[in-house]
């Protein structure tokens, strides 16, 4: 079994970056790949960005992409995802997940998922 908990999350106002980062516990972290997933109000959930569990792909969706970075730590057992130049519609809750197969990570079949962290942004 997996557990995730996400942190980073809050208030930032449109241009401002935000860092998150997601512990895990519970299996060996670098035979995990990992994604970052986003649930605006009102909405499903949507992908945001994913790496493979070897660190040599990654995988960004189209809104995010040239803004948001994930990295993960292997020695740490961390994955992050680091957000710039926000904008109002990135707002939502964001969610870690982590999947045991290195295929199909830009879709919402993960076998472990967080609880989630809020990020609002201002205009």
């Known amino acids: 079994q997996v557990q995730l908990v996400e942190s980073g999350g809050g208030l930032v106002q449109a241009g401002g970056s935000l860092r998150l980062s997601c512990a895990t516990s519970g299996r060996t972290f670098s035979n995990l790949s990992m994604g970052w997933f986003r649930q605006p109000p009102g909405k499903e959930r949507e992908f945001v960005a994913a790496m493979s569990y070897g660190g040599s792909t990654t995988y960004y969706g189209d809104s995010v992409k040239g803004r948001f970075t994930i990295s993960r730590d292997n020695a740490k057992n961390t994955v992050a995802l680091q957000m710039n130049n926000l904008k109002p519609e990135d707002t939502a809750v964001y969610y870690c997940?982590?999947?045991?197969?290195?295929?199909?990570?830009?879709?919402?079949?993960?076998?472990?998922w967080g609880q989630g962290t809020q990020v609002t942004v201002s205009s």
């Open positions: 997940a982590a999947k045991i197969l290195n295929v199909g990570l830009t879709g919402r079949r993960y076998d472990y």
